[in-house]
Every structure is written in structure tokens, then in C-alpha cells.
């Protein structure tokens, strides 16, 4: 079964917008990670939280997580067409992911 | 520091024949993992190996799919045979070993095509 959980399936925004995404997971968390996967490629790591932390900064990327929802969100700010991805979380322990969020950034 | 390693990028073969990819992770990463993406969907875990012993193997269709890790380094992933459902980009990723705020480094995955 699939642990990772991100919703929304598919963002189409602006570039210079925001991007929101949001994570479920089942499992009693450890740490929590958001990776990044362009097309026909592999997927790379982008933010790693740890259980304890609420929120954590990278660039222009926020990470939130919520251990009483068994939540994360993934903020990228003032977006870039190269944002254009899909993106996935999931726990370190467990590295099982979900669908996915398709983000889509026009020019 | 090299990649994560994985041959062929591309096959193509046809139902009920025999497959098999190959995956070098990064020197020293003790956990190694196999994924299999189907088109549109997200990566579904189908082993995971700690050094040359598999932690966990719930998902691996073990009917047709094996997977070993010979001395705890390279790896193999094996289809026989393989059905029209096993078309989907067949992915490795490694961390090291134990610790949990480590990333994990993902190869770029080999596209198989079964016709």
C-alpha cells in the first residue's frame, strides 16, 4: 500500500505564483521528505523534515508538518516554469509514495 | 560523487519473455531500493534491501519478479515472464545505511516496454 498520499492530482499556475501541495501519510512518522521528479526522469530529493520540526525553510521552498494530522505541505514561492514537475512525499522510514502533485508553470 | 547507476536505459520486449535490470548505487549506501512507475502514477516500492538482506518485499509480485543483491553492493531486478501490465519505468534508489535524515539518490530509471 501506498503511504504517501499528495493532493492536489494536478496545479496549473502563473509563473511569479505560489504553489501549495499537501501530503498524507498512515504511518507514525519519523521524518517526512518531498522529492521532485521531472519527466522520464528520476526522482530527486528537495527538503527533508524531522519529526519534531514544524516548519523549515529551503530557497524558495516551506515545508509545514502537522504529526497530529499526519500532514505536510509543500509551499514553492514566486514559481518558475522549471517548477514544472510532479512532486512527491513520503517518510524516510517508510519510502512508499503516493500519485503525486502534477505542477504545471506557464511562462 | 557518481550516481546511482542503472542499465539498460530502455528495452523492449515481448510478453512472456524473461527480463532483467541491472543497478549500481553510490559506493558506501547500504539500503537499496527497486520502484516500478507505471505511466501517470507514482513510484511503488517492490523491494528493499539492507547491505545483501531484504527488509521488505510485501509488493514484489514474487510469481514472476526477483530481485537479489549479491555482496551487498550492485543489484539485479528480474522478470519471468513479464505480462503487457509490466510496461513502466523500473527504478533504483539508495541512501545510506541507518540514518533517517539522510535523502535517498534515485537512478534515471529503465524504461521497459512489453509488447
Known amino acids: 500500500s501506498q503511504q504517501g498520499e499528495e493532493d492536489p492530482q494536478a496545479l496549473s499556475i502563473q509563473e511569479g505564483e505560489n504553489a501549495t501541495m499537501n501530503c498524507s501519510y498512515k504511518?507514525?512518522?519519523?521524518?517526512l521528505q518531498w522529492y521532485r521528479q521531472n519527466s522520464g526522469r528520476g526522482l530527486v530529493h528537495l527538503i527533508l523534515?524531522?519529526?519534531?520540526?514544524r516548519e523549515k525553510h529551503s530557497g524558495r521552498l516551506r515545508v509545514t508538518l502537522d504529526t497530529s494530522k499526519k500532514s505536510s505541505s509543500l509551499l514553492i514561492t514566486a514559481s518558475r516554469a522549471a517548477d514544472t514537475a510532479s512532486y512527491f512525499c513520503a517518510t524516510v522510514l517508510d519510502m512508499r509514495f503516493g500519485a503525486g502533485t502534477r505542477l504545471t508553470v506557464k511562462p | 560523487e557518481a550516481g546511482v547507476a542503472q542499465s539498460p536505459r530502455y528495452k523492449i520486449i515481448e510478453k512472456r519473455q524473461s527480463v532483467a535490470f541491472w543497478c549500481n548505487p553510490i559506493s558506501g549506501h547500504a539500503t537499496l531500493y527497486w520502484y516500478q512507475q507505471i505511466l501517470g502514477q507514482g513510484p511503488k516500492l517492490l523491494i528493499q534491501?539492507?547491505?545483501?538482506?531484504?527488509?521488505?518485499d510485501s509488493q514484489l509480485p514474487k510469481d514472476r519478479f526477483s530481485a537479489e543483491r549479491l555482496k551487498g553492493v550492485d543489484s539485479t531486478l528480474k522478470i519471468q515472464p513479464a505480462k503487457l501490465e509490466d510496461s513502466a519505468v523500473y527504478l533504483c534508489?539508495?541512501?545510506?545505511?541507518?540514518?533517517?535524515?539522510?535523502?535517498?539518490?534515485f537512478g534515471q530509471g529503465t524504461r521497459l516496454t512489453v509488447v
Open positions: 523534515i524531522r519529526s519534531n520540526e
Open positions: 504511518t507514525s512518522i519519523n521524518n
Open positions: 534508489a539508495s541512501r545510506t545505511a541507518t540514518a533517517l535524515n539522510t535523502e535517498a539518490f
Open positions: 534491501f539492507q547491505n545483501n538482506g531484504v527488509v521488505d
